[in-house]
């Protein structure tokens, strides 16, 4: 299957620091990529989509200046917390989507823990 | 709308035994349907996928699924459970021709020895 990176793996930051969380598709072009967060015992939360080379789609409630997504290649999309507060503390999740060949399906990244203090 | 519904947030297994995860789906058009896996404080890792070919789907690790349009279901099975199997299981659905995948709430299984 396809494979999906995510650096780093876990990351504790002081308040007020920002954060760079890097998404990588290892073997194949993603077109799109997405963004989760996960919170402890829940489902993912879509936070929203990015398409190389234009401007991220943001879901409903999520701040777009505080979760910066660039993807500006079609194997890398990186996401920065801004000014990290402990209630950004979560498990964040990338995945990404390739072209046709590789149907529908979304390859998920091994996830990025973060912890704020 | 989309929607998932996974019904049991906690299913509970003895070794050897069937386990069965429940899906349920309503789509407005025919959708793709997914089932992922998520070990502890690691990503999901995709166990099969219904795309509109056969309705009975294997995938990995001894599972597979099945896709019943007169249900909307694509229930999740394997037929002897095993101590590795415990994880959290989501199932996922996107229309046709969409990015926008609609996950569930999860279901954790535990496998008891």
């Known amino acids: 299957g396809a494979v999906v990176s995510q650096h780093p793996s876990r990351v504790i930051c002081k308040s007020g620091t920002s954060v760079k969380i890097e998404c990588r598709s290892l073997?194949?072009?993603?077109?799109?990529m997405f963004w989760y967060r996960q919170f402890p015992k829940k489902s993912l939360m879509l936070m929203a989509t990015?398409?190389?080379?234009?401007?991220?789609?943001?879901e409903q409630g999520v701040e777009k200046d505080k979760f910066l997504i660039n993807h500006a290649s079609l194997t890398l999309s990186t996401l920065t917390v801004t000014s990290a507060h402990p209630e950004d503390s979560s498990f964040y999740i990338c995945?990404?989507?390739?072209?046709?060949?590789?149907?529908?399906?979304?390859?998920f990244g091994p996830g990025t823990r973060l912890l704020v203090l | 709308a989309q929607s998932v519904t996974q019904l049991g947030s906690h299913v509970s297994v003895s070794e050897g035994a069937l386990v069965l995860l429940r899906c349920n789906y309503s789509?407005?058009?025919?959708?793709?349907l997914f089932w992922y896996v998520q070990y502890p404080n690691q990503g999901l890792q995709l166990l099969l996928k219904?795309?509109?070919?056969?309705?009975l789907v294997k995938g990995i690790n001894g599972f597979e699924a099945e896709f019943k349009k007169s249900e909307t279901s694509f229930h999740l099975t394997k037929p002897s459970a095993h101590m590795s199997d415990a994880a959290e299981y989501f199932c996922?659905?996107?229309?046709?021709?969409?990015?926008?995948?609609?996950f569930g709430t999860g279901t954790s299984l535990t496998v008891i020895p």
């Open positions: 219904y795309t509109s070919a056969a309705t």
């Open positions: 789509s407005s058009v025919p959708p793709y």
């Open positions: 996922a659905v996107t229309p046709t021709g969409s990015n926008q995948f609609y």
């Open positions: 990015s398409n190389e080379g234009s401007k991220a789609t943001y």
């Open positions: 995945s990404a989507r390739g072209s046709s060949g590789r149907g529908e399906t979304q390859y």
């Open positions: 073997d194949f072009q993603a077109t799109t």
